[in-house]
């Protein structure tokens, strides 16, 4: 070109074909740039062809096959309703750019709410986003409907320790797929119950079958309206639960000593052995795939914690002072860039420890496995992440597993694994619990670890307790398009000791702060409405504390805290013998009420209430 010769507007000279085509190659952000060059521009992206622009895969995301409107968003799973009420497929491009920038960001800006469900530490849980509710159990048992934006209890089933008819047993695990949930019943037995019956109000389920079995279930999982169960017996079943009541499709033989994990697509089911690894069969027809040995993976990386950073004692005080002796749902906290704390992913594996209790890579024990398309990951004792891009392709053959998979290591003693270690796999990333913190690794667009020189998408870790001396294993975690969800130690309300958190009577026992786990949601919806919280040219929010605490100055009027960790040991020994009225505090502290393979039944002694507890061991989808 020569120098000082006119520039030509490229909307003078090319058809407006090779413009679309040239714009279908343009990020995001120079779209924007040429809107604000010139009227002409203005009018040919955002007015004339605006639709054609936003709707290109490239521009928007959406269902394969694409989409002529936006029904397709009521299946988001947003917590902040993120996708509601949009207008148009440029205003969808901006709110899923804003939403996926922040994600990548490795500082995102994050709010914090906090749900406590009743009185009664929640065991597992379950968001529906259409529906607007959570469903839950409890480690006393029963189960519970809360709303997802008031924090109220929608409709509860009682424990079976409080009644004789319809019940929940303590620790029950509960799947959960568009308004059917499943939990297991006592002995080998689950329940199916549905919403949406004729005649119910929002939230009521009402039982539509009890699928007994002739042997031990260890686990069972419900996702493609399948749901499929496991024995460590050897067996396997499949149930369509399109039917009424749901059919039993298929009863697989299946390799003996299942531990309880499973995950399904739509053809295939893949079953942990525990230190076999993971074998996979198909669902209609029972015939086996093949095994994942993640010690056969030769591709090693791993990442270290990052600097121990409890938030200060207060903290948790705060938190409950929050909570109040008359609300249950904490509101959303200050916009925070500290909530979430970076980590690095670095090749190659994690030195040799001295520990001579070590446990090495071939002898390790697997738990929780995930599909997510293509992708399997599974989680070991060890803290190994085992994560297979195509786990279609690496059943076949050793050589197929190592090109196809990587391991990545944790620094862990295992005791977050009694549970057999919980994962959630969404977007690209996969999320896992050690030694009390949660992982949020991203990967790259194939699904494999990225470049740890150049990651396009940052990894992160949060605390899993507002305190340390709290801390127990999680329960349950889950990844949604906007929010990180888990369950959360922290410091909750007793209002009364009546079931389902029923406000006390008048002249009842005054409220009294107790120890509890709570559902805790991580939103990093950006805000299209105000704007955004200032934050200081360090990047940390100047009303926030320190990671996963809510800012002092929000407790209401009249509640103190405590502001070292001295003080909450303190006020914790002043507070145990009031605060747990049905176990020790140090006992929930220590993660003892946590454990999977508690008895329920105090009086049953042996195998017989180890194998009755186990059956509720069971994995969720993705």
């Not at 667009?445 to 899993?464: C, F, G, M, W």
């Not at 950006?526 to 934050?535: G, H, Q, R, S, W």
């Not at 946590?594 to 509720?616: L, N, Q, R, T, Y």
Request: glycine share 8%; net charge negative.
């Amino acid at each position: 070109m020569t120098i000082g010769a006119p520039v030509v507007d490229p909307l003078t000279i090319l058809p407006p074909e090779i413009v679309l085509q040239i714009l279908e190659f343009a990020p995001v952000s120079a779209l924007a740039s040429l809107t604000a060059t010139s009227k002409a521009w203005h009018q040919f992206i955002d007015i004339t062809h605006q639709e054609a622009i936003y709707t290109s895969d490239s521009k928007t995301s959406q269902p394969p096959g694409g989409s002529r409107d936006f029904s397709f968003l009521s299946d988001t799973h947003s917590f902040a309703k993120v996708f509601e009420n949009t207008t148009s497929w440029k205003d969808l491009c901006k709110r899923q750019t804003l939403l996926a920038r922040n994600w990548a960001n490795t500082r995102p800006v994050s709010q914090e709410s906090v749900l406590q469900v009743g009185n009664d530490p929640v065991w597992r849980f379950k968001a529906d986003f259409k529906r607007r509710f959570f469903v839950s159990t409890s480690h006393a048992g029963g189960l519970n409907v809360t709303d997802m934006d008031t924090g109220d209890i929608l409709w509860r089933l009682p424990s079976v320790l409080d009644t004789d008819g319809d019940s929940v047993r303590p620790y029950a695990h509960l799947e959960y797929q568009d308004g059917m949930a499943v939990f297991d019943s006592e002995g080998d037995s689950v329940e199916v119950w549905q919403t949406d019956q004729e005649g119910a109000k929002r939230g009521e389920f009402r039982r539509i079958a009890i699928l007994n079995h002739d042997c031990q279930t260890r686990g069972f999982q419900l996702s493609h309206w399948n749901l499929c169960v496991v024995s460590n017996k050897g067996q396997g079943f499949v149930y369509d639960m399109t039917q009424r009541p749901p059919k039993l499709t298929t009863h697989l033989k299946i390799e003996k000593d299942g531990v309880g994990h499973l995950d399904q697509s739509k053809d295939a089911v893949i079953y942990s052995m525990g230190k076999k690894g993971y074998f996979a069969y198909n669902k209609e027809t029972g015939a086996f795939l093949g095994n994942l040995q993640p010690a056969h993976c030769t591709d090693r990386y791993h990442v270290r914690p990052p600097p121990a950073t409890f938030p200060s004692a207060g903290a948790a005080l705060a938190g409950a002072a929050r909570l109040g002796p008359s609300h249950r749902f904490f509101p959303p906290g200050t916009p925070s860039k500290d909530g979430l704390v970076p980590i690095k992913i670095e090749k190659g594996p994690l030195p040799a420890p001295s520990d001579p209790e070590h446990v090495w890579h071939g002898e390790d024990e697997w738990g929780s496995g995930m599909i997510c398309g293509n992708l399997f990951v599974g989680f070991s004792r060890a803290g190994r992440v085992f994560i297979c891009s195509n786990w279609r392709k690496a059943v076949h053959d050793q050589a197929s597993l190592a090109a196809n998979s990587s391991i990545l290591e944790c620094e862990s003693d295992g005791s977050s694994f009694d549970l057999g270690g919980w994962l959630s796999l969404r977007n690209h990333r996969v999320m896992f619990e050690i030694q009390d913190r949660i992982y949020v690794v991203a990967l790259d667009d194939n699904d494999k670890i990225q470049d740890v020189e150049h990651p396009t998408r940052a990894s992160y870790s949060l605390l899993t307790s507002s305190a340390p001396q709290l801390a127990v294993p999680i329960s349950y975690m889950a990844l949604a398009d906007d929010a990180i969800m888990s369950t959360y130690t922290t410091l909750g309300w007793r209002d009364s000791t009546q079931p389902g958190g029923i406000p006390a009577a008048p002249g009842a026992n005054p409220a009294r702060v107790f120890p509890t786990k709570a559902i805790r949601i991580v939103s990093l919806a950006p805000d299209l409405v105000n704007k955004a919280t200032p934050i200081s040219h360090d990047g940390a929010d100047p009303s926030a504390s320190t990671e996963g605490t809510q800012s002092p100055s929000q407790n209401p009027p009249g509640q103190g805290t405590f502001g070292t960790q001295a003080g909450l040991l303190q006020l914790l020994s002043l507070l145990r013998d009031e605060v747990m009225e049905e176990a020790d505090f140090e006992e929930f502290a220590e993660g003892e009420l946590d454990d999977e393979w508690e008895s329920v039944d105090e009086e049953e002694e042996g195998e017989e209430a180890g194998d009755e507890s186990e059956s509720a061991h069971g994995h969720d989808g993705a």
